[in-house]
T-cell receptor, first 115, second 110 residues
């Protein structure tokens, strides 16, 4: 089955620093990947759509200069949280479509804690 | 605007049935269903691609009413492993963007 690997699983960083999260499709090519954020006891909120070889498309209210997305290859998308603050602490999850009709495959998620 | 799910939470005894509803204010292109365990990523359950479609796997099934912009997930003879938060997800048009519903917390007790 399709597998999406996300790394790291968790990270604790100091306020003001930047954090990079990687999302890789291991056994399929993903021209499009999606990044979600989930706060405790809430639903997953789509942050942005990552397109291979082009700029990401951000959802309304998401700061593109704060959440930098790079999709340099067909198997790798990265999300960098720049100048992180405690309110950025959340569960970040990436996903990709492995094939029409098969739903979306999710990475295992990254729990970010900013102290 | 995200789809609204009902109920928000439900507690079942093992072996009981449950229905989770998903309703959208906008036209639906397809409906996905996922289950998420605490601290983990969502796991794909099934996708319904067209109105009138019904689909099932073992004791979990779903239906999609395109005209009413609704979908329902049916859990029959629930098991302890069914516990988790269930999300519907909808795609709008052909954008491939998956928008998650508000979620339904399901707890199955022995």
């Amino acid at each position: 089955g399709a597998v999406v690997s996300q790394h790291p699983s968790w990270v604790i960083c100091k306020s003001g620093t930047s954090v990079k999260i990687e999302c890789r499709s291991l056994d399929f090519q993903a021209t499009t990947m999606f990044w979600y954020r989930q706060f405790p006891k809430q639903s997953l909120m789509l942050m942005a759509t990552s397109n291979e070889g082009s700029k990401a498309t951000y959802e309304q209210g998401v700061e593109k200069d704060k959440f930098l997305i790079n999709h340099a290859s067909l198997t790798l998308s990265t999300l960098t949280v720049t100048s992180a603050h405690p309110e950025d602490s959340s569960f970040y999850i990436c996903s990709a479509i492995s094939g029409r009709g098969y739903g979306y495959t999710f990475g295992s998620g990254t729990r970010l804690t900013v102290v | 605007q995200q789809p609204v799910q009902s109920p928000q939470a439900v507690i079942l005894r093992e072996g009981e049935d449950a229905v989770i509803n998903c309703s959208s204010s906008k036209a639906l292109y397809s409906v996905h269903w996922y289950r998420q365990k605490h601290g983990e990523a969502p796991v794909f359950l099934m996708i319904l691609l067209k109105g009138g479609e019904q689909k099932g796997h073992e004791k979990i099934s779903a239906s999609f009413n395109e005209k009413k912009q609704q979908s329902s997930l049916y859990l029959t003879a629930s098991q302890l492993s069914y516990s988790g938060t269930y999300f519907c997800g909808t795609e709008r048009g052909a954008t491939n963007k998956l928008i998650f519903g508000t979620g339904t917390l399901l707890a199955v007790q022995p």
